[in-house]
């Protein structure tokens, strides 16, 4: 009952993050990677020892000038440059070759070469854009139909409505951070960010339908006379300790992911990993508690 009574503290500090988040956007906006933008993304190894990564950079200043090198680990390259023919290509190679780039004996491997047109860069977006616009339409109509038997004391819309409010909440934030992250450390979005965002749709929704869900069956067994609010708050106690264990054990795998997964999944274990902790927060602090809101606000029109 306490998260019902305190909700004006929750709503405040969620705004601030959300506020924070659209500003971020707006003056900034998201870093494309090269699904999205176009380009060649090729990730390097040297096993005995890599080139000079300045003398690397000079020689593919000769092929694309505005391409870009930065160390991953201890002995790999990842190189950005705009999308590559296969002439280019094979000149590429020859500069990435350590052979040819320093007096070492060592050569490249070349553990990913990605090279994608601004053609399809474009496609891949507006796929994203409907991907996430269809989920979305999906988790209303599924909302309105599993709670289409409530009506009182919160019409069944108001669930959907609430649901699509913290599911605004759960996106916004990992949108957010990765645009400021994009700003300050260079972090790009791609087609595995848009993926990590379905995710978060999912299970945010899942954990929101659970409270929803308890709050329907009590309020079946609760007497007419009992509050909205007490329910509400019944309900999220009687669902707390499951959703915060089972947010709990899925950011633990997610860390360890982060950790040791490498650089090909950080990024999309890192969105993961604030939207699940995002999802859990709205579900029992924002979604549950707006209802009452809602209710309050309809009770004071009668």
């Given at each position: 009952m306490w998260v019902i009574?305190?909700?004006k503290i929750?709503?405040?500090?969620?705004?601030?993050?959300?506020?924070?988040s659209f500003l971020s956007l707006i003056f900034w906006g998201l870093k494309p990677g090269i699904d999205f933008a176009g380009g060649t993304l090729i990730e390097v190894q040297y096993p005995n020892g890599h080139p000079d990564q300045s003398a690397l950079s000079v020689k593919l200043s000769q092929i694309d000038p505005g391409a870009s090198i930065r160390p991953s680990g201890s002995d790999e390259y990842i190189v950005r440059m705009k999308p590559v023919d296969q002439t280019e290509k094979s000149s590429v190679f020859g500069v990435l070759n350590a052979s040819e780039s320093t007096s070492t004996n060592s050569q490249a491997v070349i553990k990913t070469f990605d090279?994608?047109?601004?053609?399809?860069?474009?496609?891949?977006?507006?796929?994203?854009?409907?991907?996430i616009i269809l989920v979305i339409i999906g988790?209303?109509?599924f909302i309105t139909f599993a709670f289409r038997k409530?009506?009182?004391p919160v019409s069944s819309w108001k669930y959907g409505l609430t649901a699509i409010i913290a599911l605004i909440h759960d996106v916004i934030i990992p949108v957010g951070a990765f645009s400021i992250l994009g700003h300050f450390a260079g972090y790009e979005v791609d087609t595995l960010f848009v993926t990590a965002l379905l995710v978060i749709l999912g299970f945010s929704v899942h954990d929101t339908?659970?409270?929803?869900?308890?709050?329907?069956?009590?309020?079946?067994?609760a007497s007419a006379k009992k509050p909205f609010g007490e329910?509400?708050?019944?309900?999220i106690s009687q669902t707390f300790t499951r959703s915060i264990n089972t947010s709990l054990t899925t950011l633990i795998a997610l860390v360890v992911l982060y950790i040791l997964g490498g650089s090909t999944t950080e990024h999309f274990s890192l969105a993961l990993i604030i939207g699940i902790?995002?999802?859990?927060?709205?579900?029992?602090?924002?979604?549950?508690?707006l209802l009452v809101t809602l209710e309050r606000l309809q009770a004071k029109k009668k």
């Open positions: 009574n305190n909700r929750f709503y405040t500090a969620s705004g601030i993050l959300v506020l924070i090279s994608i047109g601004p053609i399809l860069g474009a496609e891949a977006l507006r796929k994203a854009y409907v991907s988790i209303v109509i409530v009506s009182l339908i659970v409270v929803f869900d308890r709050v329907r069956e009590n309020l079946k067994l329910v509400v708050g019944e309900s902790a995002a999802g859990t927060y709205s579900s029992i602090f924002i979604g549950s508690p």
